[in-house]
């Protein structure tokens, strides 16, 4: 059975909408600090420069923040409370798109 370019899109859209919904809860379900230890920064500015850049520490902050450890989280990126809203709005936004988008082709 050939799958027609509407199944398609509709079987792309609910695997986004499966990875909009699961990253959340695994990145929610991972200790707060599972990227604090590790691998040394890949950060090309700051290798070049021996300075931070403004993105350093995002992700190690972005962890704490979503674990509601708030102090930890502007340790790492005081700029985690300026990304973290955005990053929330895009993601509701792109969740919101995709759940449009199913309601219609069903239809």
């Known amino acids: 059975m050939a799958t027609t370019y509407k199944q398609k899109k509709i079987i792309?859209?609910?695997?986004?909408?499966?990875?909009l919904v699961i990253i959340p809860v695994i990145l929610f379900?991972?200790?707060?600090?599972?990227?604090?230890?590790?691998?040394?920064?890949?950060?090309?500015y700051s290798q070049v420069t021996g300075q931070e850049?403004?993105?350093?520490?995002?992700?190690?902050?972005?962890?704490?923040?979503?674990?509601?450890?708030?102090?930890?989280?502007?340790y790492y990126n005081p700029m985690v409370y300026l990304i973290m809203p955005i990053i929330i709005f895009l993601w509701s936004f792109a969740f919101y798109n995709e759940y449009k988008f199913l309601r219609r082709a069903v239809q």
């Open 12 to 19: 792309w859209s609910i695997i986004k909408m499966t990875g």
């Open 29 to 44: 379900l991972l200790p707060a600090d599972y990227f604090d230890y590790g691998k040394p920064r890949i950060c090309i």
């Open 53 to 74: 850049c403004m993105g350093c520490g995002m992700t190690r902050a972005c962890m704490h923040f979503i674990h509601f450890d708030f102090k930890t989280a502007f």
